[in-house]
């Protein structure tokens, strides 16, 4: 059936030479078979990976040599003098709020109490504070408005725990170092605020806090001089406090 040219062709080949051609070719189909096999089967070993890209990046590990430095180590010793930052806290008054490990009573000697720093607490506080605990910090901000809106109306998976009045006793009496280690550290359902805001004006909150405590908890015994001042009775006639009752 062949042409008679390609019969002849054939014939002069070398002998055997049809079977090399066989075997060849089914040796060549046994790369891609293992190929298909490898990427198919899970194996123990890392896969051969021709195009690297960055999924294995060309990495030093520890005791490992490393050429580029003259020492030949991969792991770098410290430069002398390295500090870090979680070791600066020699000062632990101004840093973390306590001495001897209680927490501080007095403002740390950094900070100087004066109506700059009240100010400046003032700001701080109506920026991260009142959002939850209120102007006055009676725990009463906005999101506890929002968060009791939402518990009203029975959204799903709402739950909430009211921000603390500062006012209450308990928290009257806490040591200065005990307001700023708060403020630095949260406590219980609320975040510590160490990443956002700045050591001297975690202070200067501490110090608004307190301002608000003295102002809206005060009596008229804290004012110097108080008796000889008008009071509301004596303001506004005919306004008796007691005849509106407690309510
Ligand atoms: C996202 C709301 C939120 C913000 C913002 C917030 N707090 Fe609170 N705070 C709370 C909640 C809630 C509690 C009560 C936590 C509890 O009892 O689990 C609390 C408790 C406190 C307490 C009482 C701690 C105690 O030992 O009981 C103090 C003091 C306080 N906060 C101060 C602050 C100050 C100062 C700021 C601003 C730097 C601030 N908080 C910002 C929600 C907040």
Request: hydrophobic fraction near 40%; include cysteine; charge should be negative.
């Amino acid at each position: 059936m062949l042409p008679e040219k390609l019969k002849t062709m054939l014939s002069d080949l070398p002998p055997g030479f049809m079977y090399l051609v066989v075997l060849a070719t089914s040796l060549a189909l046994v790369p891609p078979v293992l190929i298909l096999r490898a990427r198919a089967v899970p194996s123990e070993h890392r896969r051969i990976h021709l195009i690297q890209n960055m999924d294995n990046q060309p990495k030093f590990f520890d005791q490992q040599e490393n050429l580029l430095f003259r020492d030949t180590r991969s792991m770098r010793p410290r430069v002398p003098g390295t500090v870090s930052r979680s070791q600066m806290i020699g000062d632990t008054h101004y840093f973390l709020g306590t001495v001897d490990g209680e927490f501080a009573t007095t403002f740390p000697s950094q900070v100087e109490v004066d109506e700059a720093l009240l100010e400046r607490g003032r700001i701080s506080f109506e920026i991260y504070c009142l959002p939850c605990h209120g102007v006055q910090g009676k725990g009463d901000g906005i999101i506890h408005h929002r968060a009791m809106v939402l518990l009203n109306a029975g959204t799903n998976g709402t739950t909430w725990v009211q921000p603390k009045s500062l006012h209450e006793e308990a928290i009257q009496d806490y040591p200065l170092g005990q307001i700023y280690w708060t403020i630095t550290n949260g406590v219980r359902n609320m975040a510590g605020y160490k990443s956002q805001i700045r050591v001297e004006d975690r202070w200067a909150i501490v110090a608004w806090v307190e301002a608000l405590q003295l102002s809206q908890d005060a009596s008229p015994d804290d004012v110097p001089g108080a008796e000889s001042l008008p009071t509301i009775n004596n303001v506004i006639p005919g306004d008796d406090m007691d005849e509106e009752g407690d309510s």
